[in-house]
């Protein structure tokens, strides 16, 4: 496959698509009567549970159009990796024509060059299939744009097929990920109505958080391309960092049973110093939203969700509990600790920060970048008080 810009790109997105598609474990047994009971009423509660998060939050949309740009897609698993794999080949754009300046001419670069990306592409296919069982519901930042979805192929018919692209950025979309929001329901044993929900409850609140504040999106996007443009594309520096945080590895919580002395996973080991500055500030800003959203949904909740207290207790004896060795060391290596933490993080900062000035002083945050809480302001609400809401 080609980048949009015509050259060799680094990564076999179709061979992703279809790797992670074979490799994914197929979702909870359920009709298709049942299947299409599920994905009409997630579509009706993630209608009602944008005017649920408008009103506890006062956010609004800037535009009705920019709203209506934004889409909310039911999606089964394929449907998750191909519209994670489209917002990949969008995000990823400046590094493919990094990485192409620095080819060299030849056949032999040639024949590297399709062996890499096959390879990669088998890898990002194996890491999307073991994410697609994880999620519940995503807001995609960097969506291509889309104005229109392929036609659904029978028997998916009943499921959102996003475009696998390469068309231009988009303003986002909201997915919801209707197998894996059934297989928790289960598991937890809850009432699938409320926890559907739920579910959209915290999800519409990103949605909302993107249209009700233009300039986020490209404020996030101008710092990943920044992170981007940092990337050091040479093999020896790379393998540098990878050898002098080689041992970090062996003390994987579940492995060995002791924790790392430097608790790094895999982005981490690869960053240069820069990199680490600008994924500070992009920590702060996922802490603020994620945390956020949590406390929307606990918020909303009690109002309009009657088993509410049940469900937020045991999905987080969920959280707590963890899985077998195997899930935790990737769970590590892939910094999905680390996204708990911005949950716990971000919601305290959230609560913090309500408590002493109200849910209009915290709205001062959406202001502009500098009123961002930053990385040491996540943990010190008070401090982003004094300096922004007073």
Not at 142 to 158: G, H, I
Request: aromatic letters at 6%.
């Amino acid at each position: 496959m080609t980048s949009a810009s015509g050259g060799a790109d680094m990564v076999d997105w179709n061979l992703a698509v279809a790797t992670a598609t074979r490799l994914m474990r197929p979702g909870p047994e359920v009709s298709r009567a049942e299947a299409a009971a599920v994905v009409a009423e997630l579509r009706r509660h993630a209608l009602a549970a944008e005017e649920h998060v408008r009103a506890f939050t006062g956010m609004r949309s800037s535009s009705l159009a920019q709203a209506a740009a934004t889409p909310v897609l039911v999606v089964d698993r394929p449907g998750w990796v191909r519209a994670n794999v489209a917002g990949f080949r969008t995000v990823v754009q400046p590094l493919v024509e990094k990485l192409q300046a620095r080819r060299t001419g030849g056949a032999a670069a040639g024949v590297f060059g399709t062996v890499g990306e096959k390879a990669t592409g088998i890898e990002v296919g194996a890491l999307l299939a073991f994410l697609s069982t994880k999620v519940l519901g995503q807001y995609e930042t960097f969506a291509p744009a889309e104005p229109s979805l392929e036609t659904p192929d029978s028997p998916a018919a009943l499921f959102d097929k996003p475009r696998l692209g390469p068309e231009g950025p988009g303003p986002g979309r909201l997915l919801l990920v209707a197998p894996n929001i059934v297989h928790v329901e289960r598991e937890l044993d809850v009432d699938p109505s409320d926890f559907r929900l739920w579910v959209c409850l915290h999800e519409e609140t990103h949605r909302t958080q993107f249209t009700a504040v233009p300039w986020l999106r490209d404020h996030i996007q101008s710092e990943v391309q920044s992170f981007l443009a940092e990337t050091d594309v040479d093999p020896g520096a790379l393998l540098d960092r990878l050898r002098d945080a080689a041992g970090s590895l062996g003390g994987l919580p579940g492995v060995g049973g002791r924790e790392s002395a430097s608790s790094a996973n895999l982005l981490e080991i690869v960053q240069s110093p820069s990199q680490r500055e600008i994924l500070g500030r992009l920590t702060a800003v996922m802490s603020l939203l994620e945390g956020h959203a949590d406390v929307v949904m606990d918020g909303v909740g009690p109002a309009v969700v009657p088993t509410v207290a049940e469900i937020r207790e045991k999905f987080q004896q969920r959280r707590d509990r963890g899985a077998n060795r195997l899930d935790l060391l990737l769970r590590r290596l892939l910094g999905m600790d680390a996204k708990l933490r911005q949950y716990q993080d971000g919601a305290v900062f959230v609560r913090g920060v309500v408590e002493q000035v109200g849910m209009e002083g915290f709205n001062r945050v959406w202001t502009s970048p500098n009123t961002l809480p930053t990385k040491e302001e996540i943990h010190d609400p008070t401090a982003w008080v004094a300096r922004v809401a007073r």
